[in-house]
């Protein structure tokens, strides 16, 4: 499934809007935003997936 090129545009956006160098990645059949080495954030079988704090997962799981 092809990423959907307008939100492949709007995450850009977010890491340019805070001023972050970032490295774009083709990976596990979707679209990686990698910050200081490390995953940031992607897009994985039609959706969104983000790196988060451990302490923050649970907040977050729904």
């Given at each position: 499934m092809a990423t959907?090129?307008?939100?492949?545009?709007?995450?850009?956006?977010i890491l340019k809007a805070q001023n972050v160098d970032w490295a774009e990645k083709r990976m596990?059949?979707?679209d990686c935003f990698m910050v200081d080495d490390k995953m940031c954030?992607?897009?994985?079988?039609?959706g969104i997936m983000a790196r988060v704090a451990p302490e923050e997962a649970d907040e977050l799981n729904w």
């Open positions: 959907d090129p307008f939100l492949l545009d709007r995450m850009r956006s596990f059949g979707g954030f992607g897009t994985y079988k039609g």
